[in-house]
């Protein structure tokens, strides 16, 4: 069973920069598929962030200048970094692993289980 | 990009009672790229439904997919205890969005 969890500081200041782990076991990333981040402001519904391939990353082009997501195949993570963060970063950030992927386009059938981000002073 | 409009944005039933639940896209979504997933509080979604009527692996047969180009449905036959909860519709055709979700609460 794919099991994937989230690590990273729960608290980020205004303008600096958030970065998140996502552990994935019982399956190793270099093996295939796509990995995504996704998330979810607080009350609210679940925005796509980007997907990563073995061959490439896909961003949400309202994102792309701040974000980067990359793979580490020895650790079997991915990992997240957003950067100039404000408020409006403030929400639960998910990895999941896409399936039928084609560029930005999956949907996804396993999900960490969040992880609360909130940047404040 | 395509919108999805999801309603009504609350359904209140009771269990045993059938639910159904819409997705209206703002264009086309191609080769029925659809899927739906269950979110209940404080959890991840869970993906129920993808290629618009495809179960995912473990999903109880109460619970069916329908619909093409514009108009997609979910449909639980009979609610359960545990699908009280917040639903969510996602198209994978042309990059990918999410619709703003329906919640199904107990009457």
Redesign the interface.
């Known amino acids: 069973q794919v099991q994937l969890q989230e690590s990273g500081p729960g608290l980020v200041k205004p303008s600096e920069t958030l970065s998140l782990t996502c552990g994935v076991s019982g399956y190793s990333i270099r093996s295939g598929y796509y990995w995504a981040w996704l998330r979810q402001p607080p009350g609210k ?4 962030l980007g997907n990563i391939y073995h061959s490439g990353t896909y961003r949400n082009s309202s994102l792309e200048s701040r974000l980067t997501i990359s793979m580490d195949t020895s650790k079997n993570q991915v990992s997240l970094t957003l950067k100039s963060v404000t408020a409006a970063d403030t929400a639960v950030y ?1 990895c999941a692993r896409g ?3 084609n560029g ?6 396993f ?4 992880i609360l981000v909130t940047v404040s002073s | 990009e395509i919108v999805l409009t999801q309603s009504p944005g609350t359904l209140s039933l009771s269990p045993g009672e059938r639910a159904t639940l819409s997705c209206r896209a703002s264009q086309s979504v191609s080769s029925r790229y659809l899927a739906w997933y269950q979110q209940k509080y404080g959890q991840a979604p869970r993906l129920l439904i993808y290629g618009a009527s495809s179960r995912a692996t473990g999903i109880p047969d109460r619970f069916s997919g329908s619909g093409s180009g514009t108009d997609f449905t979910l449909t639980i036959s009979r609610l359960e205890p545990e699908d009280f909860a917040v639903y969510y519709c996602q198209q994978y055709g042309t990059s990918l969005t999410f619709g703003g979700g329906t919640k199904v609460e107990i009457k």
Do not use: T
């Open positions: 519904g679940l925005d796509w998910y399936r039928y992927c930005d386009s999956c949907f996804f059938d999900w960490g289980q969040g």
